[in-house]
């Protein structure tokens, strides 16, 4: 299946650069592009993409609010596409921000074209882009900035949670794979992806990336633990 792709950003060679590249892969189609976030909520809700590529920074209307406008529609629209950040800067508040709001995760500008190439892919497959340790730097230094957790709220939501259920989202806070955590727990591939479903459907979270958030905020990991 072909997934359809729409660039946002200011600058247009980063556009044809990423559009180039991204339509000459067999399987992803470039249905778009936009110069500024409110010309990007537009053309995603006509052309309704699976992925939409955002840089952070952008005049009009920045990424941060272009991906809120797309991920918590106003009533009537139903097409919520995936949303994954473009930014120049490794450590970014709005990116953090993007990441709550229900983006699928983030990556740099500058990656090798083989991450952009796979970044849609894992995107489009329905994964949160948490992998790179610069994201895992990301969130730990923006919790890290944050007020202690406290003792209600997200720590509370945690109880709805079996052990095993706790230790998974704990080691996906930490930054491994579906794999990692299989290996750690000696548990099949599958088996982690089911506990990482009832994670989500009993925490009420989007995806991976919220996962993430909600294990800093909850203090169930602290920011710098390794």
Avoid: C
Avoid at 98 to 122: E, H, Q, T, Y
Avoid at 139 to 163: S, V, Y
Avoid at 201 to 209: N, Q, S, V
């Amino acid at each position: 299946m072909t997934i359809r792709v729409i660039i946002v950003d200011d600058q247009a060679m980063v556009r044809a650069g990423f559009a180039a590249l991204l339509a000459a892969q067999s399987d992803i189609d470039v249905v778009g592009e936009a110069p500024d976030g409110r010309r990007g909520v537009e053309v995603s809700r006509t052309v309704h993409p699976d992925v939409v590529l955002m840089d952070v920074r952008m005049p009009e209307m920045d990424g941060l609010a272009a991906a809120r406008a797309l991920l918590s529609p106003p009533a009537g629209v139903v097409h919520r596409p995936k949303v994954l950040m473009l930014t120049t800067f490794d450590v970014d508040d709005y990116v953090y921000e993007a990441l709550r709001a229900g983006a699928s995760g983030f990556l740099l500008k500058d990656a090798p074209p083989a991450d952009l190439i796979s970044a849609v892919r894992v995107v489009a497959a329905g994964d949160a882009l948490l992998a790179p340790s610069v994201t895992r730097r990301l969130i730990a230094d923006f919790a890290r900035q944050r007020p202690a957790a406290p003792t209600g709220g997200p720590a509370l939501r945690l109880n709805a949670l079996t052990p095993r259920e706790t230790e998974v989202l704990e080691l996906i806070a930490r930054g491994l794979s579906n794999q990692e955590i299989a290996a750690r727990l000696v548990l099949a591939e599958q088996t982690v992806k089911t506990h990482i479903g009832r994670v989500l459907a009993k925490l009420g979270l989007r995806d991976r990336a919220q996962a993430v958030i909600f294990a800093y905020e909850s203090g169930l990991v602290a920011p710098g633990e390794t």
